[in-house]
């Protein structure tokens, strides 16, 4: 135990938030910015990819499965491969390794919360749809005003959980330098070198602390969710 008080000691302030505010900011709350900024970015086009993908128009709908299915094949790593050489010869000049990684977080997460939309467009009635073009709504009005609301509302648990993979693909970014947490213990680790076990065991319990309190959260949203449904059907 004294060992890990001592690893806390000398180097926690690094593995929490690297050099900032003398450097550049890094450890876990470099791993929480990419994870966050990653999913925000992702969203809307995310949204935009479920729409595209439940189009009956098949212009719409087949470029948007091509990307899916693609990137879905892909490992994350992958992508961080081609965003570090990809994105500086598309904008014509070179990019920090925080942005390679939010790209290609970006990219990922786009796929998979895509289909995570889909589906709960899917798994909304068909009946409401019909009553509210019925009613004279626009395709697009019904999907803004009836159909997203409900969707997303009841994929708050599924965007919670893509969240919690988002961290943890986040360690990846280590592959190219960025000093993110698990990165940031690498370097702990180099400078201690006679004590590998307790800085990744510090890092394998900082990972769960996080991802335990996101599933607890996504547990509370579900059970919420279920409420507010049964209180609707009766």
Known sequence: MSDYIEILRSFGLQLLVGEFPQGQIGGLA????LAVTGLACAF??????????TSTVRWVAMPAAAIVHTVRGLPVLMLIFWAYFIVPMLIG?????ITTVICALIVYEVAFLGEVI????QAIPKGQVE???SLGMSYIKTLWDV????????MIPSILNQLISLIKNTSLAYIISVNELTYAAYSVNSQLLTKPFQVYFLLAMTYFAICYSLSSLVGIAERRIKTKRQFRST
């Not at 000049?93 to 390794?97: I, K, L, M, R």
């Open 44 to 53: 809307p086009l995310a949204v935009l990819c479920g729409i595209a993908r």
């Open 93 to 97: 000049t070179s990019v920090s390794g």
């Open 131 to 133: 009553a509210s073009r």
């Open 30 to 33: 470099l791993t929480l910015i």
């Open 147 to 154: 159909v997203l609301p409900q969707a997303l509302f009841n």
């Open 118 to 121: 889909k589906a709960g467009i």
